[in-house]
């Protein structure tokens, strides 16, 4: 696993949900943890009550490892959802209805090949955010740090997104498939 | 599976969804319309992946320890096993269902004239969340917006000058869009409707009405 190719996190996390696997789970803990930390002080927490909450959603990661679903979600889009949901709790802004946990069709084979194709789109994703100009990127980030108002982004921003509108649709593409594979 | 569905959420609403930065009035009504909608639920999934590729890049050192005292954490949690999929559904999807405590039949209806009836549903400030329940035919009060309404239909379906609604249809309204609902003969129209703004009707006695039931 080399640094070039970025950490397979997904296996990281399948050894913590199928093993317990608690070396796996440092390893997810080291990188993920500071992001996390990261995300709720940029939007707006203050850095120790975000190290408390760092800690609180890795913790519901290993919790709730049993969830995860590596065709619909990648590592870092779980983990973003975990620690979304945590300052909702925490702003008590709003309570969030959850849609329905449909399950997706009956139980099919997990497809190894529909994960990777979603991580690598959702990696690709990450590159095309990274190469945005700096002003696109800042109103992204600031979209979801909770910074804008939904009618802010819609006049700032009307979403000019570029390329990663486009990745967002390809990264959709996958969802779609892995959706249909699913529901047979 | 409904295949039907024609209107969807819109990518500035679902971005914002996504994010976690709605009221709540607005994420019952988004929530129970993807309980409804493979698309937008693919969709939501897609830009939840944005979201993740953001924290990637929002690292900050944390303190030394904070791995041990995860761990410690953890010791005490049980886990959260797979939840069982749910029995097929009636008319109010589960996220909706969960706020007014079943189907139709509980929701406190009020009458609001001419057989039309709404139920106002508890949610915090920002934006108001209400059930409205149309008969047959009949038009809900020409009205226009100061905010932005979202309204989902549950059953039924209804007409305005813009389009044709059916059940998982969300119509999004803004300001521009003044607008007569008719419900379409033949099944009473439920809807799921939440606003940011107070409506604002053109007619007289409705105006003076608005205080009295809150809409």
């Not at chain 2, 914002?16 to 309980?35: C, D, K, M, R, W």
């Not at chain 2, 690292?59 to 069982?84: K, S």
Request: net charge negative; hydrophobic share 45%; with cysteine.
């Amino acid at each position: 696993m080399t640094a070039e190719a970025g950490e397979d996190w997904t296996a990281h996390l399948l050894a913590v949900r199928d093993r317990q696997d608690r070396v796996a789970f440092a390893a997810l803990f080291q990188h993920f943890a500071p992001r996390v930390k990261g995300f709720l002080v940029k939007s707006g927490t203050s850095p120790a009550l975000a190290e408390e909450c760092a800690q609180d959603v890795m913790a519901t990661l290993w919790q709730k490892a049993q969830l995860f679903d590596p065709e619909r979600a990648s590592v870092a889009t779980w983990v973003f959802t975990i620690a979304r949901n945590r300052r909702i709790d925490m702003a008590r802004r709003a309570a969030r209805p959850e849609p329905e946990d449909l399950p997706w069709g009956p139980e099919a084979e997990p497809d190894q090949h529909a994960a990777l194709e979603l991580a690598q789109e959702t990696a690709l994703l990450g590159d095309a955010l990274a190469r945005l100009p700096q002003a696109q990127r800042a109103l992204i980030e600031k979209a979801f740090y909770g910074d804008l108002s939904h009618s802010e982004i819609s006049e700032q921003t009307g979403l000019p997104m570029g390329t990663v509108k486009s990745r967002i649709r390809l990264a959709l593409d996958k969802l779609r498939q892995s959706f249909e594979g699913a529901r047979g | 599976m409904t295949t039907t569905i024609r209107h969807h959420i819109s990518d500035r609403l679902l971005m914002a969804y996504a994010a976690g930065t709605l009221p709540e009035a607005f994420n019952l009504v988004l929530a129970t319309h993807l309980s409804l909608c493979d698309d937008c639920r693919a969709r939501l999934g897609a830009y939840e992946a944005l979201g993740g590729q953001v924290l990637e890049r929002s690292d900050m050192a944390m303190a030394e320890g904070g791995l041990a005292a995860c761990m410690a954490r953890i010791e005490g949690l049980a886990p959260v096993a797979r939840p069982q999929p749910r029995p097929a559904r009636g008319v109010f999807p589960a996220p909706l269902a969960e706020y007014v405590g079943g189907g139709p039949d509980k929701v406190k209806w009020r009458p609001l004239g001419m057989g039309v009836r709404q139920a106002i549903l508890p949610t915090s400030r920002g934006a108001t969340a209400r059930l409205l329940y149309i008969p047959a035919g009949q038009a809900v009060p020409d009205h226009g917006h100061r905010g932005t309404e979202l309204t989902l239909v549950l059953q039924g379906a209804f007409a305005d000058s813009t389009d044709r609604f059916g059940r998982g249809d969300l119509e999004i309204a803004d300001e521009d869009l003044e607008h007569t609902p008719i419900a379409e003969a033949g099944e009473d129209c439920i809807c799921l409707a939440a606003t940011d703004a107070p409506l604002r009707f053109n007619a007289l006695i409705p105006r003076l009405l608005q205080p009295v039931f809150r809409i």
